[in-house]
């Protein structure tokens, strides 16, 4: 029996049409500045062992993984084809709308990592997604979360629109902790910009990753 976190309003958007509808298109541009991207990447490069079977969930044309880095297979989904097809980190992938259909078609205990990249923000059946995500990592594998403050904002949730940057963090842990994941961690990082070119340049993107253990 899966434990409900979320009320019926928390799970509404405000743009209610189909997902696949406002995914159709390839979007072949940075959601998430170089700053973030940067600090991603060697997070990845620093947790992730190049032996590792890599779930790339809900991802698009790239997967902020070290390119220097080979891994065991890195598989992905998305929700457009074309996007996934440009993904040369990808081993293999499938195209499915989480928010319709939870299950996913991989094997039991079949992954080591999977990750998420500003991905949480749009789930509506977050307490399902995270069961089968713990049905397919393998005992002591790991769900890194990632995401920053930004968001198509018309296709996320009440839950996530309404919500601080700390309501988000407290809300995945919450979801993970009752589909019992262990050992939850997270980072909050402010990526300012350092030195003589600070007061000229924006900040980057802040830097926010919940990392869970099987």
């Given at each position: 029996?899966?434990?409900?976190?979320?009320?019926?309003?928390q799970?509404?958007?405000?743009?209610?049409?189909?997902?696949?509808?406002?995914?159709?298109?390839?979007?072949?541009?940075?959601?998430l500045?170089?700053?973030?991207?940067?600090?991603?990447?060697?997070?990845?490069k620093?947790?992730?062992?190049?032996?590792?079977?890599?779930?790339?969930?809900?991802?698009?044309?790239?997967?902020?993984?070290?390119?220097?880095?080979?891994?065991?297979?890195?598989?992905?989904?998305?929700?457009?084809?074309?996007?996934?097809?440009?993904?040369?980190?990808?081993?293999?992938?499938?195209?499915?709308?989480?928010n319709?259909?939870?299950?996913?078609?991989?094997?039991d205990?079949?992954?080591?990592?999977?990750?998420?990249?500003?991905?949480?923000?749009?789930?509506?059946q977050?307490e399902?997604?995270?069961?089968?995500?713990?049905?397919?990592?393998?005992?002591?594998?790991?769900?890194?979360?990632?995401?920053?403050?930004?968001?198509?904002?018309?296709?996320?949730?009440?839950?996530?629109?309404?919500?601080?940057?700390?309501?988000h963090?407290?809300?995945?842990k919450?979801?993970?902790?009752?589909?019992g994941?262990?050992?939850?961690?997270y980072?909050?990082?402010?990526?300012?910009r350092?030195?003589?070119?600070?007061?000229?340049?924006?900040?980057?993107?802040?830097?926010?990753?919940?990392?869970?253990?099987r």
């Amino acid at each position: 029996m899966i434990e409900k976190i979320l009320t019926d309003f928390q799970r509404t958007k405000q743009d209610n049409n189909d997902d696949s509808l406002f995914y159709a298109q390839p979007r072949f541009v940075h959601h998430l500045d170089e700053g973030f991207r940067t600090r991603l990447t060697k997070f990845y490069k620093q947790l992730i062992p190049c032996e590792s079977v890599v779930l790339d969930l809900m991802s698009s044309w790239v997967s902020h993984l070290p390119e220097d880095v080979v891994y065991k297979r890195v598989i992905g989904h998305g929700l457009n084809q074309i996007e996934l097809e440009k993904n040369n980190r990808l081993d293999s992938f499938w195209v499915q709308d989480l928010n319709r259909a939870q299950k996913l078609p991989l094997e039991d205990s079949s992954v080591d990592f999977c990750l998420m990249v500003a991905a949480w923000q749009y789930l509506q059946q977050p307490e399902e997604l995270a069961a089968e995500l713990r049905r397919v990592i393998v005992p002591n594998g790991k769900l890194i979360v990632s995401f920053s403050n930004r968001a198509f904002w018309d296709k996320a949730p009440r839950i996530w629109i309404e919500g601080s940057d700390m309501d988000h963090i407290n809300y995945i842990k919450a979801v993970l902790v009752s589909q019992g994941w262990s050992d939850i961690e997270y980072i909050a990082e402010d990526m300012g910009r350092t030195g003589i070119f600070k007061f000229i340049v924006k900040n980057s993107d802040p830097f926010f990753s919940v990392i869970a253990t099987r």
